[in-house]
Structure formats: C-alpha cells, structure tokens
DNA sequence: GGCAGGGGTCGAAGCGCTTCGATTCATTAC
DNA sequence: GTAATGAATCGAAGCGCTTCGACCCCTGCC
C-alpha cells in the first residue's frame, strides 16, 4: 500500500542516458532517432515500468487523448445496444491510443461545455440523438470535434453514423413478400419514442411503408409490458385476420409478441412469420429462434471512434449509414 | 467552428485585478479570502467564461479528479443493472466534482496499472467483482484507491459494497413460508454463473436454503433461452408436483418464466406464488407484475462513490451489504 | 581542404495550474 | 507606543511533459 515514487521521463533519461527530450521523441516518434538510442530508451522505459504523465501530457501538447461517451440514459432505450456500443467504442479507442470518459446527459449542455473547455477531452461521441436534440445547436457553436450516433433533422456540417433503419425497414418488408406474404405488420417501438421523434423509429416505418406497396400492410406503436404486447397483437389480428408476416423492431417487446402468438394458438412460423429488429444475442434466445436484421452496434461504434480520430487529427469525416444485415433463422417461412 | 482561445487563470487574475493565485485560492477554498475580492473573482470567473484546465490542474494539484469505473462487459450480465449503476455512479461523481473514465476488463491488468501509474484516474470502481478475480490481486500490488462491488473470496483490506443476497434469498424463502408455502423452489442463475464462482449466485442460493429448514426446498440454476427455462419448468413441476412457491434469480430469464407456467396452464398467483429478485421495472412489466426484492443499483452506485472519494480524502471506508427491499405485487399469495 | 547538408541529440522555454513562503496592513496585547 | 498576531494577498517555484531552435559531427561534393 506504500506510496511509490511515480516514474517521470526524467528518471527513464538518466536511466538511458540521454537528454529528456530524446525519450520524449523516441516515444512519439516525431523525429528520427537512432536505432541504438531507442532501443535504450525502451528498454529502460520497461524497466522502470514507466508511463506517462497524462496530465503533462496533456498540458504540453494539448490533446488529452481522451473522447467523451455522451449516454442519454432516459427510459425506454435499447440497453443491450447501448452496452455493445459502449464496448465496442472503449476497445476502438483504445486502439487509437484514446481512453474514454463516460458521461450522462443528465448534466446537460453544461456538461458538454464543461469539458470541452477544460480540455478534459479532445472530442465528443454522442449517443442516440434525436430528430430536434438540445445538444446539436450547442455542439455547434461549441466548434469541438464531434459524431453523432444518430441523424438529427439538420446534420449540415455535422458528422453522424447510423445504421440505416429506412433500409432496414425496407429490408423485412421485402423479405416477407418475397416469401409470399400479402398482408404484414410492423409492430414498432413504443408511443412515446415516436412522440419524442427519435428518429430510427419514423425511418423504420418509412422503409417498411415504402417496401410494402402493392401489400396490405399495418404499422402500430408497441408497449412493452406483457399485458399492453398481448393486447396490442389480439387486436392487430382481430383487425386483420390474414396477416401472416410480422415484423418487430421493439426488443423488450418481442420476447413477449412471441408469448402472445403462443397464447393466441398462433404457431410460428407456421401460421405467421416473424421478423425482428435486434441484435442477434436477442434473436438467437428466442423460441423460435428468429429471423432478424442485425443492429450492428459494434460497428457502429467502431466507425464513429474511427471518424471522430480523422477529425482530431483535422482530416475530413463525411457521415455514414451503415447496411442492415438480414439472418434468416427459424420464424419465419 | 474557429477555435476561440481558451481562456485560463491568468486572464481571470488579470479581469479581477487581483494575482493568479488568489483566484486559485477563491476556486479552491484552501484559504481565507475577503467576500468582496472572492465576489470580484466569481463574477470575472463567471464574464469570461472560465473553465479550469484539466490537465494543468491535475498535473500541479496531483489529483486528476477522475475515477476509472471498470465493467466486466462479459456474457451473462445484467445489463439493465449495470446501467443503473453506472448512471448512478456518473452522477454521484459529479457531485463530488469528478468525472467517470470508463474501462472494460477487456484491457486487462495492464490496463488498470496504465491508468494508475498515469494519473490519469485517482481512484478505481471495479464493478461485478468474482470469489477469484484476477483483479484482485493486482490492485493490492498496485495501492491505488478502490472501491468493489462484489465480494471476492478474500476481502481483507479491501473496501466492497453490495447488496446482501444471502439476505435476499433468505427473504424471499421467508415471504412465501410465510404465506403458507411448504415446498418452495429457486430458479437461479445459468450454470456458467455458478461456474465462475461469481458469489452473488451462491450467496442468494446459501440464503435461500438456510432461511428455507423446514420447508421442501430445491434449487436449479436456469438457462436463458425460452426453450431451455421451459424445459426446466416443466422438469421441476413433474418431480416436484406440490411446489408452489418460485423464486426468480435471473433477470433475463423471468419472463421465460411466467410464459412457461402460462403453456403449462399454471396460473400465478392461484397455482403457484412467484417472487423475483431483479428491479422494479423489470417486475413492474411483466404480467401479472410482480412482488420482487429490489437489487438496489443506484444505492450500490452511490455507496460505492462515496466510499472511494471518503478513501481519496485519507479516511478510512468499511465494506457495506445493503438491505434488499421486498415489494409486495401481485404474483404472490 | 572547406563547406553545405542532414541525421541525431540536447537544452530550455513554456503549457496552466497549485502551493508554499513572504509580505502587507490592520488589530490586539501589554 | 511597540511588538506580536493574524487575516488577506502576492510572487515564484515547480508539477512532468512537448517542442522549438541550436548544436555537433559525419558525409558528400566541389
């Protein structure tokens, strides 16, 4: 528990027997040394275990070589997506030599303004933006580097990545009518991430829309208790009695539209096909197993990270949609 | 989007007409300082804009005024607990005026040993600790400041916060001897859970057991897909036809559950009782909803930051189980 | 043989902040 | 009336790092 003297470039120097600025250039590699040099350099950096100083190195140079994770964390997100993408953000950064700070909007713009201004972080990942998010005017004038996860309504000037949720959409809507079916349904997320313009759900739903002409097809809001899903799927077949194709893009809620076919003596997939929108983890557990369009969380973190480094390092970084997948498992036929 | 310059302690010296330090000091508290000039102070603090710079900060003050929150991110978590955790654990941070650095275990040792030696964190949350954690260890060796959450098989010296399962289990065994049950069951974590010796498991299970003398008490662990809880459900009816108590240990398979006992035309509450340890929203959704002991993420959160900043300021930090909370709903009678 | 050029290294000047005396001035004690 | 006390403030020395310009010496060239 004894308090050990941190190891400072200074000790490595005397160690290596060289100037400070030398062990500071061997490890940036921002001026040519020779081989000999550095390797002395590096190994007496791994014999006295040394690591830099973030707060000096951040001072000198003025990058922290840390990004903000900004979380929404209000009701009714996708967690599991939201931890996968977390993950995939931290090991990404992590490759680029960037360690990440966590933060909630609950500090609201405030906080981003906080931390761009103590140069805490080099730049901000913003998760789950809406259609109209407070955040974006203030990112704006904030002038730090940023990506949005999401498309707000004007992303002039802003760098977003999505998955492409109108294709998506479009993606089970095809599918199910290549598969012969005349009359399907969308079961979406609930009433109120469509009131709050959330932009992934209306752009579902318009994919879909758009893929079904010439089908006979429904869109409903979903809940997500047991009691509202069942209710909600009773009476989308008392309404439509030949809807034979489903699509459900509301994770918490599949596993209980699965519930409700059942108690409805409605087979899948023999008397209707399921497609859902989730990640596979979700799909895979459930009974049938189904079919669905991947989330692909992963790397939808994986390519923010990659475009908010271009733009530390001031290279252009145009915004992306990234390709549904569609894996065809046992819900459907 | 130009790049304003930022504004640092000189130029708030400079607007109050007073001396760099003394703005520090205004800032910081650390010495006595006349209202009017610390007035004078605020208010320039306030006109200019004035964020203090991080890294500087750190590097002069020796106290970065972050702390590393380190998750597991491994298979068969529970997710929507970890997020309230989290959460919990950024805001209560920042009432102590620090931020959260996210790390996952994926870095390994080496990672918690990069951020301590680099001063990037002043003090670590290790969240879902193991009975052996290769973590543990290493913290020792390290002498940096921690807080787990989780007990690892030898707690000595270290600080630990987390809900008392044992106590949870026992709860739940009491609630339904209480109404009268006589043969009782608890469907626990996947077997890989138990496997890894993740101590939550065993503790809810030790417990349960020792709170069940008297009654016909079995326990199983349980799976998490539909077919597997099923099959499991079923299993246990056949060898044990006159259980009538449940007990839940496993947030993603609680659902499963209830559907379950649905197909085998077993109705909750009339044929048999069942109490789930997970959180509110999680029994509130299902149907019927219901009677649950909390697991208390937030006030683990809390705890746990408030016993890492209580050890930063030198002072001592006692390990704390916190008492689970019974909610009475309305799959029990 | 002298000089330009460049690879390799060094020294020192900050980066923006905290903190430790030192200093000033007004009180209080004797 | 003077010395001691203490409250309020200042000045300067770092904290550990990056980076700029200077320097040295070895090549190659005229």
Same mark, same amino acid.
């Given at each position: 528990?004894?308090?050990?003297?941190? $190891?400072?470039?200074?000790? $490595?120097?005397?160690?290596?027997?060289?100037?400070? &600025?030398?062990? &500071?250039?061997?490890?940036? *590699?921002?001026?040519?040394? &020779?081989?000999?040099?550095?390797?002395?350099?590096?190994? &007496?950096?791994?014999?006295?275990?040394?690591?830099?100083?973030?707060?000096?190195?951040?001072?000198?140079?003025?990058?922290?070589?840390?990004?903000?994770?900004?979380?929404?964390?209000?009701?009714?997100?996708?967690?599991?997506?939201?931890?996968?993408?977390?993950?995939? /953000?931290?090991? =990404?950064?992590?490759?680029?030599?960037?360690?990440?700070?966590?933060?909630?909007?609950?500090? *609201?713009?405030? #906080?981003?303004?906080?931390?761009?201004?103590?140069?805490?972080?080099?730049?901000?990942?913003?998760?789950?933006?809406?259609?109209?998010?407070?955040? /974006?005017?203030?990112?704006?004038?904030?002038?730090?580097?940023?990506?949005?996860?999401?498309?707000?309504?004007?992303?002039? #000037?802003?760098?977003?990545?999505?998955?492409?949720?109108?294709?998506? #959409?479009?993606?089970?809507?095809?599918?199910?009518?290549?598969?012969?079916?005349?009359?399907?349904a969308l079961l979406g997320a609930p009433r109120v991430v469509y009131a709050r313009g959330t932009g992934f759900a209306e752009? =579902?739903?318009?994919?879909?829309?758009?893929?079904?002409?010439?089908?006979?097809?429904?869109?409903?809001?979903?809940?997500?208790?047991?009691?509202? /899903?069942?209710?909600?799927?009773?009476?989308?077949?008392?309404?439509?009695?030949?809807? =034979?194709?489903?699509?459900?893009?509301?994770?918490?809620?599949?596993?209980?539209?699965?519930?409700?076919?059942?108690?409805? #003596?409605?087979?899948?997939?023999?008397?209707?096909?399921?497609?859902?929108?989730?990640?596979?983890?979700?799909?895979?557990?459930?009974?049938?197993?189904?079919?669905?369009?991947?989330?692909?969380?992963?790397?939808? *973190?994986?390519?923010?990270?990659?475009?908010?480094?271009?733009?530390?390092?001031?290279?252009?970084?145009d915004s992306m949609l990234l390709e549904p997948r569609l894996t065809i498992r046992e819900s459907t036929r």
């Amino acid at each position: 528990m004894r308090k050990v003297r941190t $190891v400072t470039i200074t000790d $490595v120097a005397r160690h290596a027997g060289v100037a400070v &600025s030398t062990v &500071s250039y061997v490890l940036s *590699g921002k001026r040519a040394i &020779s081989a000999t040099t550095r390797q002395r350099v590096l190994d &007496s950096v791994r014999i006295l275990g040394y690591h830099p100083n973030a707060g000096a190195r951040a001072l000198a140079s003025k990058r922290a070589n840390v990004i903000a994770l900004v979380l929404p964390l209000r009701a009714g997100m996708n967690l599991p997506v939201l931890m996968q993408f977390a993950t995939s /953000v931290v090991a =990404t950064a992590r490759r680029y030599d960037h360690d990440v700070l966590l933060m909630t909007a609950d500090e *609201g713009p405030e #906080g981003l303004k906080r931390v761009a201004a103590s140069a805490l972080v080099d730049g901000l990942l913003l998760m789950d933006v809406e259609v109209r998010d407070p955040r /974006v005017p203030l990112l704006r004038e904030l002038g730090e580097p940023s990506v949005l996860i999401g498309f707000p309504a004007d992303a002039e #000037g802003l760098t977003c990545v999505d998955l492409d949720f109108a294709r998506a #959409g479009a993606l089970c809507a095809e599918y199910l009518a290549s598969g012969g079916h005349r009359e399907i349904a969308l079961l979406g997320a609930p009433r109120v991430v469509y009131a709050r313009g959330t932009g992934f759900a209306e752009r =579902t739903l318009a994919g879909f829309t758009a893929a079904a002409v010439g089908l006979k097809a429904v869109a409903v809001p979903c809940e997500e208790t047991y009691d509202e /899903v069942a209710e909600t799927v009773k009476l989308l077949f008392d309404e439509h009695p030949g809807l =034979t194709g489903l699509v459900v893009h509301n994770e918490a809620a599949v596993g209980h539209v699965l519930a409700a076919l059942r108690a409805l #003596g409605r087979s899948v997939p023999e008397d209707v096909s399921v497609v859902a929108i989730c990640p596979d983890d979700v799909a895979e557990r459930a009974s049938p197993a189904l079919t669905s369009v991947l989330i692909p969380a992963e790397e939808v *973190g994986h390519q923010a990270v990659r475009l908010l480094m271009a733009k530390l390092d001031g290279l252009p970084a145009d915004s992306m949609l990234l390709e549904p997948r569609l894996t065809i498992r046992e819900s459907t036929r």
